[in-house]
């Protein structure tokens, strides 16, 4: 008989579990008890946990190898395309290490990229970009990223308007005070709760679902604007507005002209907390190239009715209002107007620092936003200062590796690409989260050497060079905590690392130690004394606030700590009192019209909010070849690419692909059935889906999430734009920055053609089967 079952409290960014553990292998999850709406993507982590495709010893690739022990140059157009050959942890180390050297002495700490964009583990140590970042500046140095593909735009943007990027980050108005404050309630991009099933440094209750329910029977109504109708979950009884894809702006400089037009808009408001308003309203009125931004003018441009745009902003200036922008608005071409835009809005209406009115980002971006923040800092592991000045903005990686000693614009300084010979990855998936895929792949063969931690043989691991097995987060200890949960968790290891694989932060360590600076990395702490001293570290600073926390050996027998939550009211303190509480803008107030931005001279992000048509869109030329919006958002089954191999995320697939959703009518011109395979396609990339028909999508938009395992078909996988056959979206997605400021992401600007093709073109092998050379 088998030992019997041992329970093994742990947590993830789907939310707090306990692991069930029979005989060293996690057989089961149960969700944390006290949770009112669990998500069942955590009964996957033991799919991930015991998957065939593990990493499960350090593998380099081929030529890579053969070359380097000859002392010859291993070339990298094979990048990608080949076997692999198992070495020993000491050779995987001693190969690792000779190449951070290599590059260091003849290049500079300039010429190593730490990537590792990606949310990784929920766990504050064990977090593999903090370790990464840690260890090379330990070393002297990388070249690194400022800013995100989540809200890239919108980070740039919001500190010339309001003074602060953590507006754009959760810091909203709370889930109590929308339930008794706010009548009306207009969520541009919708409120998906799928994305509020999760959270990067985990969470305890995902309250989301209720919050909105408790709203709606206050007696809040609810307006989703977006061409997805279940944008907005059941329990809102959205009122659906759907515009086509990127004409947001518009929308919202329409509402404010019929504000101004019809004397609704608050004018002691905007003289007093504002600076712009008069260029801006002159704008609306179209006093420089003769085009009032009105509602017919809008119309045209969204597809909405005038009349149906000019009522909302009559019920909008009549009531309570709440203006809430998600995240995604603003991953699109000039994607910073959208939240200036909102802001525009939500000041014309008077509301801004009134509870329940005003402006709000990111509700249903996560799963803590619209509770507040607890007023200490969440355990972070330190990174340390890098001495290399040199960052890209996230979403510019392919130009970087593309384009090295080329310049760029962004947020008013005038930048230069570093010269990358070595790339460093881990805890992240480029695969999954960049732009134009086969763009990516070419820069992606251009540094000397690619080194990536992985636990699972994921696309980015196998175009690596050099691949080191990553332990999973139930194979070691961890603390768990995100700044707007109400709790923070102790995370148990529940099994032995699994096969060869080894945390992060040892493989550092022994790297460290190769180069003659372990004892500066860890700081002579084990994971455990981490854990202690990243725990009380925050427990001084909750001191400070008069907040006591349990010592380190309590908190860990009791296996959490919980945060009472308070209410608040985001620029509560700036509407009482401006003079005295003034934002961090060069005004003190918040500016409808930024000198400064005006001063940039950009002509993609003027100096106050404006309308400038997407590349690509609904009305745009391309629409005649490419006539179908896509939209690419966030899976509800699973984060990411992680887990994609798991049952959650293999319960959703179609033939075994991505799903694509598209409007019956859409798919009647086609030919195509509910479950057909078809293949999108553009000028920059093609890829195969399994087609599910909706009506809860727009006409002439079609939706297929990101985070598909990207493989490209063997039968052309030399050629420059191979099909893609699992259906990741981003062989199609746009990769240019959303303006000269903001140098975002782009992704939701970009037109599509969709046809049917037969079922058998390309089997899917990358959840289930390991490369060559691979065990």
Request: negative net charge; aromatic residues 8%.
């Amino acid at each position: 008989m088998g030992s019997p079952a041992n329970r093994v409290s742990h947590s993830s960014h789907w939310g707090r579990f306990e692991a069930i553990v029979e005989d060293g292998s996690v057989v089961g999850v149960e969700p944390y008890s006290p949770d009112p709406d669990p998500s069942p993507v955590v009964h996957g982590i033991p799919d991930g946990l015991h998957a065939s495709i593990r990493v499960k010893r350090p593998a380099v690739r081929e030529s890579w190898l053969r070359a380097r022990r000859a002392g010859d140059d291993p070339g990298t157009e094979r990048r990608g395309r080949e076997a692999f050959v198992e070495v020993s942890w000491d050779e995987a180390l001693d190969l690792v290490a000779e190449e951070l050297e290599r590059v260091r002495r003849d290049h500079g700490n300039a010429a190593i990229f730490g990537g590792s964009y990606g949310w990784s583990s929920a766990g504050r140590f064990h977090h593999a970009r903090t370790q990464l970042h840690r260890f090379l500046n330990v070393i002297g140095g990388h070249t690194d990223q400022v800013g995100n593909y989540s809200f890239g735009a919108a980070a740039a943007i919001l500190p010339h308007v309001v003074g602060s990027a953590a507006m754009a980050a959760g810091r909203t108005t709370s889930w109590d005070v929308i339930e008794r404050e706010t009548e009306l309630w207009v969520l541009f991009g919708g409120l998906p709760l799928k994305n509020t099933q999760l959270e990067s440094g985990g969470m305890t209750q995902h309250t989301a679902r209720d919050w909105v329910s408790r709203i709606v029977r206050s007696g809040t109504d609810v307006v989703s604007v977006s061409p997805l109708r279940d944008d907005a979950p059941p329990e809102a009884r959205a009122e659906w507005l759907a515009p086509r894809p990127g004409t947001d702006t518009a929308l919202m400089l329409a509402l404010t002209h019929t504000l101004i037009d019809e004397g609704l808009f608050d004018g002691v408001f905007v003289e007093r907390y504002c600076v712009g308003w008069d260029r801006f309203a002159s704008y609306l009125r179209g006093a420089d190239d003769g085009i009032p931004k009105d509602a017919d003018w809008a119309a045209a441009i969204t597809g909405l009715p005038g009349g149906t745009i000019r009522d909302l902003a009559r019920r909008m200036a009549a009531r309570r209002t709440l203006v809430s922008v998600s995240w995604s608005l603003q991953r699109a071409d000039h994607g910073e107007q959208t939240y200036w835009a909102a802001i525009a809005l939500a000041a014309a209406l008077g509301q801004v620092g009134l509870p329940g009115g005003g402006f709000g980002f990111a509700y249903g971006s996560t799963g803590t936003t619209g509770q507040p923040r607890y007023p200490f800092a969440a355990p972070r592991m330190p990174v340390g200062t890098n001495p290399v000045q040199t960052a890209i903005p996230a979403a510019r990686l392919t130009d970087m590796l593309l384009h090295p000693g080329s310049s760029y614009d962004f947020n008013g300084q005038r930048r230069e690409y570093p010269d990358i010979r070595l790339v460093y990855w881990a805890g992240g998936n480029p695969f999954h989260h960049h732009q134009d895929l086969n763009r990516l792949i070419r820069g992606w063969r251009r540094p000397e050497t690619v080194v990536v931690h992985e636990p699972w043989w994921t696309a980015t691991a196998r175009h690596a060079d050099i691949v080191l097995p990553a332990t999973t987060t139930l194979e070691r200890n961890d603390i768990g905590a995100a700044s707007q949960d109400t709790a923070i968790v102790a995370m148990r290891q529940a099994v032995a690392p699994l096969h060869e694989s080894r945390h992060d932060s040892d493989i550092f360590a022994f790297l460290a130690d190769r180069l003659g600076v372990r004892e500066a990395f860890t700081e002579g702490r084990t994971e455990m004394e981490w854990i202690a001293h990243l725990y009380e570290t925050s427990r001084a600073d909750a001191a400070t606030q008069g907040i006591a926390l349990p010592a380190f050996d309590e908190f860990w027998a009791r296996g959490s700590v919980e945060i009472e939550p308070t209410s608040f009211v985001l620029l509560e303190e700036f509407r009482r009192d401006p003079e005295r509480h003034p934002l961090r803008t060069p005004s003190g107030r918040i500016e409808l019209f930024s000198a400064v931005v005006d001063g940039f001279g950009y002509d993609d992000c003027l100096g106050h909010p404006s309308w400038m048509e997407p590349e690509e869109w609904l009305g745009a030329a391309q629409a005649d070849r490419h006539p179908l919006h896509l939209i690419t958002n966030q899976p509800a089954h699973r984060l990411h690419s992680q887990l994609d191999m798991a049952a959650p995320a293999r319960s959703a697939k179609v033939s075994g692909r991505e799903p694509c959703r598209m409007n019956p009518e859409d798919a009647a011109l086609r030919g195509i059935s509910d479950g057909d395979v078809v293949k999108l396609s553009n000028d920059r990339g093609s890829c195969l889906a399994g087609a599910v028909l909706s009506t809860d999508v727009r006409p002439g938009v079609v939706q297929l999430s990101t985070g598909a395992w990207y493989e490209a078909s063997t039968s052309d996988d030399g050629a420059d734009r191979p099909l893609e056959v699992h259906g990741n979206p981003n062989v199609l997605t746009r990769d240019r920055g959303t303006s000269r400021l903001g140098q975002g992401s782009s992704a939701q600007t970009a037109l599509v053609e969709v046809e049917g093709v037969d079922s058998t073109t390309g089997p899917v092998t990358v959840t289930s089967r390991v490369p060559r050379g691979a065990s």
